[in-house]
């Protein structure tokens, strides 16, 4: 298409030359030339309005839209990602301001020492994947749907321990050479804790401070790990808080992180932990997700009917949030599947 036209173009040019001697048909030719110089200018950009690509037009952090009313009363603009998880995660006070402090400190930073680097923690069906999915949608116009957004599973990806050279050569590979197509990359790790512990290590450079390696700079990449390591630690924090009739709220950072980088050093079986990613400082958050209560299941059944344009029904939500199941006994307290599996019950119920 693009050679086509710029065959058109000096087609045009060589007439208005053939014919510079007629003055009339000349200044139409030059006109329509220039013309066609115009379109060509902007074809580009025509082509990159209706093409994703490695551009502002593309991939933006939405700091801009604003809730009015918070604006007004309390003189403060949200970012559209801190509406959205007020919307639409339940029962993550800590999970949501680590990340929102995280996600807007680095994409409002025009020089990064290094990409941003987050590991999320938690009991299944928490939020993390959510999570993750909504940070890609803050960031790529087209969501997970980007091409610069990668996601990668372990068991899916690289499922033989005897294969792991060639993973780790493709790997190393497919972050190069998508870092250099995009510095706005994200990569996504899911099932960490099933990850060769060798895997990570190789792409570890990439994680860095270094300015660049290989004349490819990485600080502008993002990569998220999500693994359930960490989650059995966090159940008994929330629930000695549950136990004490303290209110969830209450908890904070800090009651977690002893127990979980204790667990995240200890625990032999989850890969990413023996390497040196946690040394070396290169994780740069470690998120926790708390397991969730009744209460949330409910507020995710309520989300998912209106995402589905049905009329919220609080009966319904009940109903459904009652169908999981829950632990510990006989306290009975968090769900077992978190908020996973409730959109097969929900059509269940309709
Ligand atoms: C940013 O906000 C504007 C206005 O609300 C919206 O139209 C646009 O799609 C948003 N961009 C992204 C990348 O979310
Ligand atoms: C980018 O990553 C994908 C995997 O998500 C891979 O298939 C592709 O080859 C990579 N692109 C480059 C240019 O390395
Ligand atoms: C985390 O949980 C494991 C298993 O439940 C336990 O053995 C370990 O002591 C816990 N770590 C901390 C720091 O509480």
């Known amino acids: 298409m693009r050679s086509r036209i710029l065959l058109l173009f000096l087609l045009f040019w060589s007439l208005v030359l053939s014919t510079a001697n007629e003055p009339l048909s ?37 700091n801009t839209e604003c809730e009015i009313v918070s604006a007004i009363v309390l003189d403060y603009y949200p970012t559209a990602l801190e509406i959205d998880m007020k919307k639409k995660l339940f029962g993550q006070h800590i999970a949501s301001r680590v990340i929102i402090k995280a996600v807007t400190g680095f994409m409002n930073n025009k020089n990064p020492k290094k990409p941003l680097v987050l590991s999320l923690h938690g009991w299944t069906g928490t939020g993390k994947n959510f999570v993750s999915q909504l940070l890609a949608e803050n960031i790529y116009k087209e969501g997970m749907a980007s091409s610069y957004v990668h996601q990668f599973v372990s068991t899916t990806h690289f499922p033989h321990p005897s294969e792991i050279n060639t993973y780790k050569s493709q790997l190393q590979q497919w972050i190069k050479g998508n870092v250099t197509l995009c510095p706005r990359s994200m990569f996504i790790f899911d099932e960490m804790d099933k990850m060769h512990a060798g895997l990570i290590d190789s792409i570890k450079p990439y994680m860095d401070y270094y300015d660049n390696l290989d004349g490819i700079s990485y600080r502008q ?55 040196s990613l946690i040394d070396k400082n290169l994780v740069d958050f470690f998120v926790p997700f708390l397991p969730l209560e009744f209460s949330h299941v409910r507020k995710c059944v309520l989300a998912e009917m209106e995402a589905r344009d049905l009329t919220p029904d609080e009966e319904i939500a009940s109903q459904v949030a009652k169908e999981m199941t829950y632990f510990p006994k006989p306290e009975n307290v968090f769900s077992v599947k978190g908020c996973k599996t409730i959109a097969s019950k929900l059509d269940y119920f309709n």
């Open 26 to 62: 000349t200044g139409i030719a030059v006109g329509m030339a220039a013309a066609l110089t115009g379109f060509l200018a902007t074809y580009q950009n025509v082509l990159y309005y209706f093409h994703e690509c490695c551009r502002q037009e593309w991939i933006s952090y939405n």
């Open 221 to 275: 990449a993002i990569f998220i790990f999500l693994s359930n390591a960490g989650g059995e630690n966090i159940t008994r924090v929330v629930l000695d808080f549950w136990s004490a009739g303290r209110d969830r709220e209450e908890i904070q950072l800090k009651d977690l992180e002893a127990a979980l980088s204790l667990e995240v050093f200890n625990n032999k079986r989850s890969g990413f932990w023996h390497t």
